[in-house]
């Protein structure tokens, strides 16, 4: 299993204990894999300017709505 899946199967197992639904972890789930692919490292291996990149890019390119940038932070 590489990093980014070690790290998506991590986050759903503190989602799980969190008490959120299949929904709602599967969307934060896709979020994230996103992000990590995006950067093709885990989300903890990068720097606040590679976050502010990734967020731009999403709402610069693929013209995303506030409310989705909102589940993507």
Do not use: W
């Not at 979020?31 to 999403?58: G, S, V």
């Amino acid at each position: 299993m590489d990093q980014i899946a070690k790290t998506l199967e991590r986050m759903a197992q503190d989602l799980k204990l969190r008490g959120l639904s299949r929904k709602t972890t599967e969307e934060y789930r896709r979020c994230a894999r996103r992000f990590m692919e995006y950067h093709q490292q885990p989300a903890d291996a990068l720097e606040l300017d590679e976050i502010r990149a990734f967020l731009l890019h999403r709402l610069l390119n693929d013209k995303i709505s506030g409310s989705t940038q909102k589940v993507t932070i």
